[in-house]
């Protein structure tokens, strides 16, 4: 199974400053296809988990433009440019190359 | 509007066995591929199961053997039926749409819903 880790564990975050998580796999989820099969989840406080990237930088409907997604290979990073009191909640990030999907442990964003 | 609605989490003893529900709308079930995947504080997010557009079925290593997947058409609903249930089976279950670029079968998940919780204690 593909191992995946996150960084860092917790992050506190000042509104209107940048954010950066980090994401890494146990091997590469670059695709012969030209695609990189990672994608981000944003789980808020008492909702379920919802996507906000998938296929490394793809933005899913209705995701707001202040987050991206980059990254090839086994490293991949998921940025929000400024940071909203929306935001805060658990980042997971999720390899969708191959069987058993298999996710990150997680990143809390809290705000300072 | 698209949504998963899951029911049948409940508190069962060690042994027992348990049936969920994902029931969606807004949607029609046979044409994706659905997930069901779980969520412990202990061990994060857990894809445990799946069933493809053709009927097609996967069970993760931890839950073999004791759980099945399968959906009613007619009634545009998923399930899961897990036997055997242990003290590591507690968490809360979600079902989730599986979408699919060009390769494999379940590339990222999208719907998801609101989850029902499972707990297993004698």
């Known amino acids: 199974d593909i191992v995946m880790t996150q960084s860092p564990l917790s992050l506190p975050v000042t509104p209107g400053e940048p954010a950066s998580i980090s994401c890494t796999s146990s091997r590469s989820l670059l695709h012969s296809d030209g695609y990189n099969y990672l994608d981000w989840y944003l789980q808020k406080p008492g909702q379920s988990p919802q996507v906000l990237i998938y296929l490394g930088s793809s933005r899913a409907s209705g995701v707001p433009d202040r987050f991206s997604g980059s990254g090839s290979g086994t490293d991949f990073t998921l940025k929000i440019s400024r940071v909203e009191a929306e935001d805060v909640g658990v980042y997971y990030c999720?390899?969708?190359?191959?069987?058993?999907?298999?996710f990150g442990g997680g990143t809390k964003v809290e705000i300072k | 509007e698209v949504q998963l609605v899951e029911s049948g989490g409940d508190l069962v003893q060690p042994g027992g066995s348990l049936r969920l529900s994902c029931e969606a709308s807004?949607?029609?079930?046979?044409?994706?591929?659905m997930s069901w995947v779980r969520q412990t504080p202990g061990k994060g997010l857990e894809w445990i199961s799946a069933?493809?557009?053709?009927?097609?079925?996967f069970y993760v290593d931890s839950v073999k053997g004791r759980v099945t997947v399968s959906r009613d058409n007619s009634k545009n609903t998923l399930y899961l039926q897990i036997n055997s249930l242990r003290a590591d089976d507690t968490a809360v279950y979600y079902c989730?749409?599986?979408?699919?670029?060009?390769?494999?079968?379940?590339?990222?998940?999208?719907?998801w819903g609101q989850g029902t919780l499972v707990t297993v204690s004698s």
């Open positions: 807004g949607f029609t079930l046979t044409n994706y591929a």
């Open positions: 999720m390899q969708g190359l191959q069987t058993p999907l298999t």
């Open positions: 069933i493809s557009k053709s009927g097609g079925t």
């Open positions: 989730a749409g599986c979408m699919v670029f060009k390769n494999g079968w379940c590339n990222w998940l999208d719907p």
